[in-house]
């Protein structure tokens, strides 16, 4: 299956997703900011990023900017995962370059779906 890095600095959701993900094959490497989530993409070079928005210092738009800007880590789709349910939200995450956009809390259907989805591209 896929290796995916979920970036979220909630301790909880983190292992709702680990959870989520591990029960179906995938293994998850996790980062508590978007910092530690760029340095991890680009050291371990997952599948798929899991992105959370709301974070200390480097937050989820900055790193997804960071990595899907960035020749070494451009291929890694990124999902944000977040709370924020606004559509300017959702018209700003897909120009910093996701590739999806799910709302917590996300059922494991829509995620696998979601995943699946940005890896077949």
Do not use: C
């Not at 530690?36 to 928005?53: F, H, N, R, S, Y």
């Not at 880590?73 to 956009?101: H, L």
């Amino acid at each position: 299956m896929a290796r995916i890095l979920v970036v979220d600095d909630s301790p909880t959701e983190t292992e709702v997703f680990r959870s989520m993900l591990e029960k179906n094959g995938h293994e998850v490497l996790t980062a508590e900011n978007g910092a530690d989530g760029v340095a991890l993409a680009k050291q371990e070079k997952p599948d798929v990023v899991l992105m959370d928005i709301v974070m200390p210092g480097l937050n989820g738009f900055q790193a997804t900017r960071q990595l899907t800007k960035d020749a070494e880590t451009a291929e890694i789709p990124v999902i944000i995962v977040t709370t924020k349910d606004q559509e300017t939200d959702r018209v700003w995450g897909k120009r910093q370059g996701a590739s999806g956009y799910l709302v917590k809390p996300v059922s494991e259907s829509i995620l696998l779906s979601e995943i699946n989805s940005v890896m077949a591209k």
